[in-house]
């Protein structure tokens, strides 16, 4: 069993949609939660960053942690074409006075279509 | 401010052969990790870098090894490649006292024939 599970789609949805994507972990020792965005081709963005249990909202972008569940989701509101991409989830265990290293899903791929 | 920048963005090579990589990172950042992100797959951690010295490493075989050097720039070489090392190969920078925000580079695609 991998340590972070995701869809990895495609997903299809028409502009103007909400779009919920999930990943699923196994290692309870994951304290920070981290979804990127990947254009074809590109290097990963960083879109949000959460530390533990909770939401955290930036604009159209929502990301959601529950530990108790070990499930995380990215919700993003009003789809546009320009959000078509890969999305990864990345965590980490906890910061101990050092970078630690990421364990990502396998990355969704998400159309957003006109 | 330069974001992480990584160079070649492209490279062609052949079985058995050597290849390096370079990376700058994010300006005032003194961590520097290498991921390794095969078609259609999300990242996998090779090592990192912090003060010139290797801190963490993945379960990659010692063909892959490093360096960082005293402006925090890094360089990843691959010796004796495989056909299984085509990839895109990330440097991602960060700041150790900041914790985990970490930022990546467009990445180098390395195929090998």
């Known amino acids: 069993q991998k340590e972070v599970e995701q869809d990895p789609g495609p997903l299809s949805v028409p502009e103007g949609a909400i779009v919920s994507l999930n990943c699923t972990y196994s290692n309870s020792a994951f304290q920070y939660f981290m979804w990127y965005r990947q254009y074809s081709r590109k290097g990963p963005e960083l879109l949000m960053y959460?530390?533990?249990?909770g939401n955290k909202e930036d604009g159209r972008f929502t990301a959601q942690v529950d530990k108790s569940s070990k499930y995380i989701s990215l919700f993003i509101r009003d789809s546009q074409p320009s959000d078509s991409a890969t999305y990864l989830c990345a965590m980490s265990p906890l910061y101990g006075g050092a970078t630690n290293k990421l364990i990502f899903g396998t990355g969704t791929l998400l159309a957003v279509q006109p | 401010d330069a974001g992480v920048t990584q160079s070649p963005t492209h490279l062609i090579k052949t079985r058995g052969q050597q290849v390096t990589l370079r990376c700058s990172p994010k300006s005032g950042h003194d961590t520097v990790s290498w991921y390794q992100q095969a078609l259609g797959q999300g990242p996998q951690f090779i090592f990192q870098y912090y003060e010139e010295e290797e801190r963490q490493r993945g379960n990659f075989p010692d063909r892959f090894s490093g360096h960082q050097f005293p402006n925090y720039s890094s360089e990843l070489n691959v010796n004796a490649l495989l056909l299984g090392d085509s990839a895109l190969y990330l440097c991602?920078?960060?700041?150790?006292?900041?914790?985990?925000?970490?930022?990546f580079g467009e990445g180098s695609w390395l195929t090998v024939v």
């Open positions: 959460t530390y533990s249990s």
């Open positions: 991602a920078s960060s700041l150790s006292s900041s914790g985990n925000t970490i930022y």
